[in-house]
């Protein structure tokens, strides 16, 4: 579906094991910087459970504020062009906190990711996961650990290799956030640049979204990308200038938006 709009995750919890040994070898690089006060768009090039064969069955888009606060999206590839909208893997969102590789090289980099809302589960702050880090000569980041893998239930060694995607566009970023306790609803909105992504939970119901700024033949405008459920957005999120912090915005149903985050970068 195509909308332009000219408006100014589980249960269980991970342990993680010694990274395979041919991830510590001089060409594969640790990574020793957490890339402070710099947002990030990345997307998953793959995933490779165990020793079978990596694949990408998502489209999987990450924001991530200079702040980390972050929202992470994986809706799984359609394998029918009828298929409308495409299955929800896992949508959540939260902020990350990571510490460098050791100076001794003994220890990786390591980020660890505290869930505030999640698809899966309605106690999303007791969900975290977490991977040690591994930046390759060609600027990818493998991502290594144990977790439980959704087709088979069981904890299993994973791999996962993520890619920095340019921040083009206007260099504008805001995080949104919006809780209703009697009402069980939680929703964080996240802009960087061209992207913003968008989850929020209602008791036992999840709506997700994705837009992206694009000019083309017909003209330019916010495309949304993904549309599970309906996202009550303020209207404000689509505007060109930045937001001020501690502002609140009213939803279409009348939910209270608050901008936690409001940034610019060179």
């Known amino acids: 579906m195509r909308v332009t709009i000219f408006h100014a995750l589980r249960d269980q919890r991970y342990s993680f094991s010694p990274p395979p040994l041919y991830l ?27 020793d079978n064969a990596s694949s990408e069955p998502t489209s999987t888009l990450v924001l991530t504020s200079p702040l980390k606060n972050f929202i992470d999206i994986r809706v799984l590839l359609p394998t029918s062009p009828i298929l409308d909208p495409p299955p929800l893997e896992w949508a959540f969102a939260g902020t ?30 007791e969900v975290k996961d977490e991977g040690d880090m591994f930046l390759q000569d ?20 994973y791999e ?17 956030k919006m809780e209703d306790g009697e009402k069980g609803s939680r929703g964080v909105a996240i802009r960087i640049g061209r992207w913003i992504e968008g989850i929020i ?25 993904v549309a599970i459920g309906r996202f009550d957005y303020p209207e404000r999120m689509f505007g060109k200038d930045l937001v001020e912090v501690g502002k609140c915005f009213e939803g279409i149903k009348g939910e209270v938006w608050k901008v936690m985050e409001s940034f610019t970068w060179n």
Request: charged share 25%; with cysteine; hydrophobic share 30%.
């Open 160 to 176: 996962e290799c993520w890619v920095d995607l340019d921040l083009q566009g206007g260099k504008v970023g805001w995080v949104l």
């Open 24 to 50: 510590l070898s001089p060409q594969f690089p640790l990574l020793t910087s957490t890339m402070a006060d710099q947002p990030s768009v990345s997307i998953r090039k793959y995933i490779k459970w165990g």
């Open 201 to 225: 939970r209602r008791g036992e119901k999840v709506t997700v979204a994705r837009w992206k700024y694009k000019d083309d033949e017909g003209g330019p405008g916010w495309i949304q990308e």
């Open 138 to 157: 060609n600027g990818e980041v493998l991502e290594s650990g144990n977790m439980v893998n959704p087709e088979t239930g069981k904890v299993e060694k």
């Open 96 to 125: 990350s906190h990571s510490t460098p590789a050791s100076a001794e090289g003994d220890k990786p980099a390591h980020t660890v990711w505290e869930h505030w809302v999640d698809s899966k589960v309605t106690n999303a702050e």
